[in-house]
């Protein structure tokens, strides 16, 4: 069923006393933990699992609100650090707040910054009141504390918001992975008394490296405080597969079941497929206009490089099937041309496949996991990808 075909969800209304953002399962895999649900905000219903394409500055990159509603991204994520510095939350919230100032006018995720007190470390010093950094863009000093993190968020006016965290960097002593637990967990606390938006959702982030008693406290901590959903981040910094698994298996098990549950910075196909066996609603990361960016595109067969001599003469799209702006229109041997001629229109029509191309993905897991099918549907998937 493709979107215009789907009957209409009417977006959550504002209710005091009730949460923003809700989430209501409506179907379970029988063979596994995947679960197919809707996630209910002020800006429409989205079905999950989902994927959040990443418009880090209001912009997701090279393709217009319109494109983006053609490839089928019903939710989108921007990114608080980046925001606040250019052009400042105050601009956005003058000109009408986030939707508006993107002419975005479905739902969108903020995230907390904590990711830049991970990656931009070296330009951040750490303490328990907050993260201050350096901006890469001009040296100009930020101070990024819970209470800023959820000020900046309040003010764009996304409707989600996340909590501010600490991520470190691993590999890491187990100290130091508690010590940024410890964190994590007294800043969550800290948003959580700082939120004032009633038409805004507040999601903890469980963190704790590949430990599981250190996962297993943070969620159980964050869990007490009563967030509107909960994230297990931590995830898309250098673990491998096998690290992932159990970090879900042991973050996931414990959260509410009638919470949405979000992994952050994941994007490859085998991961999102990983992660809805184990219970996971909801994902973002760069990976699919960055990789669209490079002449890289995810197909079922796995990656096509679109640089590679043997796609120069190739009138074949880049997959069968796909109905996407990209392959309805183009040959592989066109859009190899594109990228080797450093035309504009090639990394466009690159990001424009690969979002199609997940989007497409997680249609087909929530039609597995109604019809009770979805593990086999993983295990078929995975072959085709290959390693």
Request: hydrophobic share 40%.
């Amino acid at each position: 069923m493709s979107p215009s075909d789907a009957p209409e969800i009417p977006p959550a209304p504002i209710i005091p006393g009730v949460r923003p953002v809700r989430f209501t399962p409506t179907a379970r895999d029988a063979g596994s933990d995947a679960r197919a649900g809707i996630l209910h905000t002020p800006h429409g219903p989205v079905e999950t699992p989902v994927f959040m394409p990443v418009g880090t500055q209001a912009t997701v990159k090279g393709l217009t609100p319109g494109l983006l509603r053609d490839v089928c991204s019903g939710m989108i994520l921007a990114n608080t650090y980046h925001l606040a510095l250019r052009p400042g939350e105050e601009t956005v919230a003058a000109l009408g707040g986030l939707h508006r100032f993107m002419a975005w006018d479905g739902p969108i995720l903020t995230d907390s910054g904590g990711f830049q007190v991970f990656s931009l470390a070296d330009k951040a010093k750490i303490t328990d009141r907050g993260a201050t950094f350096r901006s890469h863009l001009d040296g100009r000093l930020l101070e990024l504390t819970p209470e800023r993190a959820v000020a900046i968020q309040e003010a764009l006016g996304a409707d989600v918001a996340m909590c501010l965290d600490q991520c470190p960097a691993l590999p890491a002593a187990k100290a130091q992975i508690e010590k940024a637990v410890d964190r994590t967990v007294a800043w969550a606390a800290r948003c959580k008394a700082a939120k004032s938006r009633p038409d805004q959702a507040l999601f903890g982030i469980v963190q704790g490296g590949a430990h599981e008693d250190l996962r297993a406290r943070c969620a159980d901590e964050l869990i007490a405080m009563d967030f509107d959903g909960y994230a297990v981040g931590g995830v898309s910094v250098g673990e491998s597969r096998e690290e992932v698994r159990k970090a879900l298996d042991v973050s996931v098990h414990r959260l509410p079941e009638d919470r949405p549950r979000y992994l952050m910075g994941v994007g490859r196909p085998q991961d999102l497929l990983d992660a809805v066996l184990a219970g996971i609603d909801m994902f973002d990361c760069v990976m699919p206009t960055r990789n669209g960016r490079n002449a890289t595109c995810f197909t079922d067969a796995g990656p096509v490089k679109l640089r590679n001599a043997a796609h120069a003469r190739d009138p074949r799209p880049l997959e069968e099937g796909c109905d996407c702006l990209a392959c309805a229109k183009f040959s592989r041997a066109y859009l190899r041309h594109l990228f080797m001629a450093k035309e504009m229109l090639g990394p466009i029509l690159a990001s424009i496949h690969n979002l199609a191309y997940l989007h497409r993905l997680t249609r087909r897991m929530r039609e597995a996991i109604c019809e009770g099918r979805f593990v086999q549907l993983r295990l078929d998937v995975l072959e085709a990808l290959g390693p």
